[in-house]
């Protein structure tokens, strides 16, 4: 496989946020698990001694080294897993796409991130298909459609580009060359 890219348009959700106190993750993880389970999502715990995670302040690179903790949900086949992966200082900046998974999918992650986000000092989401912020579906069906026909218009280019692919980290990348 070549390389991977996005062509500009997608509907990803970017959540980050610090958990208020300590006692907040275990109340933080049951709800994402019950969650999951009312949803008939799979799920499985997250918890390791040392691991790097890619992360971005102020517009830079910047990488967490350390152990992490928490829990993964995996929606729907078509839809990036929901990492809650918390550092040492109880801490997550994440992201999932879901445009290629039923609307409905997208519209669940936004109803369990409201769940939780009462648990954050500050749990700051970034809708790309401003769902979160409208409660709009409307809109975050345009923006479902329009991710779509940009996605089409690029494959029809050329036959060297493919897409979706899901990666072996079980992200989805829009287009790769074949």
């Known amino acids: 496989m070549g390389i991977a890219f996005s062509v500009g348009m997608g509907v990803t959700i970017h959540f980050e946020g610090k958990l208020k106190r300590p006692e907040a993750y275990q109340t933080v993880l049951a709800t994402a698990r019950r969650f999951a389970e009312s949803q008939n999502w799979s799920w499985e715990p997250i918890e390791e001694k040392v691991t790097t995670l890619k992360r971005i302040r102020e517009e830079k690179d910047w990488d967490y080294v350390g152990p992490v903790k928490g829990v993964v949900l995996y929606p729907h086949e078509n839809s990036e897993p929901v990492r809650l992966e918390f550092d040492s200082e109880l801490y997550i900046q994440e ?13 669940l992650l936004v109803e369990l991130l409201k769940k939780i986000e009462p648990y954050f000092e500050q749990l700051i989401v970034f809708d790309e298909g401003e769902y979160f912020e409208t409660q709009d579906r409307k809109v975050l069906e345009k923006h479902v459609s329009r991710c779509f026909e940009v996605l089409n ?7 060297k580009y493919q897409g979706p692919v899901r990666l072996p980290s079980k992200r989805i990348v829009d287009v790769t060359e074949k």
């Open 95 to 107: 992201y999932t796409k879901t445009q290629f998974a039923p609307i409905e999918v997208h519209l």
């Open 153 to 159: 218009e690029y494959l029809e280019q050329s036959d």
